[in-house]
């Protein structure tokens, strides 16, 4: 399915996506103690906004349905909203299509082998980790889930501009949406 701003309604404007990724954390001494925090997305197509995240030392489930609850209850627990994703085992667990429908959402899959149909949360992953995550990693769980709460919030949303909202950051490209409807 694909989502333009023209004639957009309000299922376009909380219409969500999702992706997991995860990043290195844990440093003793001189040696280099890796741990992994796992990261879940879920944000809006229409404004390329993060609305919903988690964060967790096991790629979970539990991770999933968090970071999509925190969507749904942020977008003030729409109606008609179609939630995207990809095939992963978390995306078809019993847990998160008990959420899909207790939230009464419709939920949208990429056909097997076809990232493209997620490449706006690809692509947020990788601005991610090319203008933010140290290539060193992080020192703890809660300095990387802090750091990428600064990204998201702070950066992200309020000041990186983004192509796909004619140079408007996120929250801008919202705002005059709902000034100018």
Known sequence: MVFSK???????LVSLAGYARYSPCGRL????????????????LFARKPVGWAFSHSPDSNLTCQALSMAYESRGRPKEVMFHSDQG?????????QVVLRYRLTQSMSRRGNCSDNSPMERFFRSLKTEWILTTGYGSFSETKHCINDYIIDYYSE???????????????????????
Request: charged share 15%; glycine share 6%.
């Open 6 to 12: 023209s004639g957009t309604s309000i299922a376009d």
């Open 89 to 97: 085992s978390h995306n078809t667990s019993r847990q998160l299509r």
């Open 29 to 44: 001494n001189s040696l280099t103690l890796f741990s992994w925090t796992h990261y879940n997305c879920r944000w809006t």
């Open 159 to 181: 000041i990186r501009p983004h192509s796909y909202n004619g140079g408007l950051t996120p929250n801008e490209s919202e705002y005059r949406y709902w000034k100018y409807l």
